[in-house]
């Protein structure tokens, strides 16, 4: 019986181990400024579309949010558009977009087609915090043709979300 609980433990300490590796941790050359990066995670995965999120750090903390969109519509964002993350509380956190990005369309064959749209939002430790803590319920994207709403369902997404959040606070604490 020991043996088990001690091979559990084990095992949800590695998992949680294997969690905190990061993509990228070096210090730059030229700016002498720590990058670290995250690996992404999935956060929304529906049909049509989905959401990655992963973070860095590079001077300041970003939010690397890559937005993904079957269909044959190229997506564009500007000066005037931004993210918005809706939290379980109804709390709104605002990541304005400071330049004008086209997404990238690639082709699946005729006529399937898809576009990704990554984001670098900056972000601070206690908008992090409320993040995890809370938790995200919805995201919308404001784009120069409306907006595209993304509700956050799956708890295992979230929480996965919410690991990377912890290991990376911990990572620049230190």
Not at 77 to 88: A, P, R, T
Not at 116 to 121: A, G, H
């Amino acid at each position: 019986m020991k043996k088990i609980v001690f091979a559990l433990l084990l095992c949800a300490s590695f998992g949680y181990a294997q969690d905190c590796k990061f993509k990228e941790d070096k210090i730059d050359p030229f700016t002498k400024n720590r990058v670290l990066r995250t690996n992404e995670r999935v956060l929304v995965d529906e049909f049509r579309s989905s959401v990655i999120m992963g973070l860095f750090l590079n001077k300041d903390i970003y939010i690397k949010t890559t937005f993904s969109f079957s269909g044959n519509k190229a997506i564009a964002v500007n000066e005037s558009c931004e993210v918005l993350f809706l939290l379980k509380n109804e709390e709104v956190i605002k990541y304005p977009i400071n330049e004008f990005i086209l997404g990238k369309t690639k082709g699946y064959g005729s006529p399937l087609l898809a576009t990704d749209l990554t984001l670098n939002l900056n972000t601070s430790v206690e908008n992090l915090i409320k993040i995890r803590d809370i938790g995200i319920s919805k995201i919308r994207l404001q784009t120069t043709e409306g907006f595209v709403d993304y509700e956050v369902k799956s708890e295992k997404n979230i929480n996965k979300i919410k690991n990377i959040i912890d290991c990376f606070i911990n990572e620049i604490k230190m």
